[in-house]
């Protein structure tokens, strides 16, 4: 037994090593999607991941999205974008044409285990996060929108990375830690007083507007409007 277990500590800190490295590559990047998939990734099978898939299958629907695998979000971009102005589609459909990104962007993966699932859902569905929760794509709104879901269930991958994003600026760029700080700290705030975004339905809905979603899961103070808000990329919600 333990031998198992001196297997199991060394097992986990090759994977932090690694982890380590694929973080470093992220920034290198400048949080490039290749390399902040490798880093999601990299928490496959881990410990980690396993007690934020716990944490998931625990809330209201998360048992039921799992056991039948809810197909990963596929969208079409140019049907979301004949949606009415203000709903969900139409928003997120003009936010993936503003930052340039191809419709088939996600990387593919298997999803016949439950961290594998909820790794592609969480991936394939946090810029709909960005729209429903009113966050920009600039540093500090994404460090807004990984806290959610950090907060929320403990995903690995953006515990990491909102931690370090603070980190980093805190010791590398001060003039520009104020600003992600407080991002951390608006979505801190809306994880706990929303419905967890990871588990919504969002393709049930996609012509419901942005504005009576945010009703419905308890979002009252979203960040569109606040310096590091979606109002600067996509402009006002009608």
């Known amino acids: 037994m333990a031998r198992f277990q001196e297997m199991g500590r060394f097992q986990d800190l090759l994977r932090s090593v690694n982890n380590l490295r694929l973080l470093a590559a992220v920034g290198r990047s400048g949080g490039e999607l290749s390399s902040v998939a490798d880093l999601v990734d990299g928490f496959l099978d881990s410990p980690q991941l396993a007690r934020s898939v716990e944490r998931f299958r625990v809330l209201p629907g998360g048992a039921e999205l799992l056991a039948e695998r809810y197909p990963p979000l596929q969208p079409n971009i140019a049907a979301l974008r004949e949606l009415p102005p203000g709903s969900l589609g139409r928003r997120y459909a003009d936010l993936i044409v503003s930052l340039g990104y191809d419709p088939d962007f996600f990387r593919p993966r298997d999803v016949s285990s439950d961290d594998r699932w909820l790794t592609q859902r969480i991936a394939t569905t946090h810029d709909i996060h960005h729209v429903i929760t009113g966050f920009g794509t600039g540093p500090a709104g994404e ?96």
């Open 143 to 238: 460090n807004g929108v990984l806290a959610i879901t950090a907060f929320q269930i403990g995903f690995p991958a953006y515990v990491l990375l909102s931690t370090a994003g603070q980190l980093a600026a805190f010791r590398l760029q001060p003039e520009r830690f104020q600003e992600l700080s407080t991002a951390v700290g608006h979505g801190g705030a809306i994880a706990r007083q929303a419905v967890c975004l990871a588990a919504v339905r969002w393709e049930e809905g996609w012509q419901k507007p942005v504005r009576q979603w945010r009703r419905e899961l308890g979002i009252s103070d979203p960040a569109d409007a606040e310096p590091y808000g979606l109002d600067a990329q996509l402009g006002a919600l009608p």
